[in-house]
Nanobody
Framework: VQLQASGGGLVQAGGSLRLSCAAS????????MGWFRQAPGKEREFVAA????????YYADSVKGRFTISRDNAKNTVYLQMNSLKPEDTAVYYC????????????????WGQGTLVTVSS
């Protein structure tokens, strides 16, 4: 499966952005999806994940209550709604896919998008 992330940009602290990740292939609905981010000089970290059905979602503590992950299997797309953004949310955001159950570990995802940059100014 190929993934294309979009929706990043520059936003002031307290603002919102919605990231999208469009997937190719006819079996998108069988993949668990995740969002990860990597800030300059830091390792890639888990942000949010969603099961193939959308029935289960998981969030990093740092974004819980501010970010919402969702998916539309008819459109082969997963979203990340980001509200109340903080300067520390600044990073390149990546979407990822894996067959099977949803997990929160970076190394367990098999397919990765190219990343989209989110910059939050103070």
């Amino acid at each position: 499966v190929q993934l294309q992330a979009s929706g990043g940009g520059l936003v002031q602290a307290g603002g919102s952005l919605r990231l999208s990740c469009a997937a190719s292939g006819r079996t998108f609905s069988s993949y668990a999806m995740g969002w990860f981010r990597q800030a300059p000089g830091k390792e890639r970290e888990f942000v949010a994940a969603i099961s193939w059905s959308g029935g289960s979602t998981y969030y990093a503590d740092s974004v819980k209550g501010r970010f919402t992950i969702s998916r539309d299997n008819a459109k082969n797309t997963v979203y990340l709604q980001m509200n109340s953004l903080k300067p520390e949310d600044t990073a390149v955001y990546y979407c990822a896919a894996r067959k099977g159950i949803v997990v929160v570990t970076t190394g367990e995802y098999d397919y990765w998008g190219q990343g989209t940059l989110v910059t939050v100014s103070s």
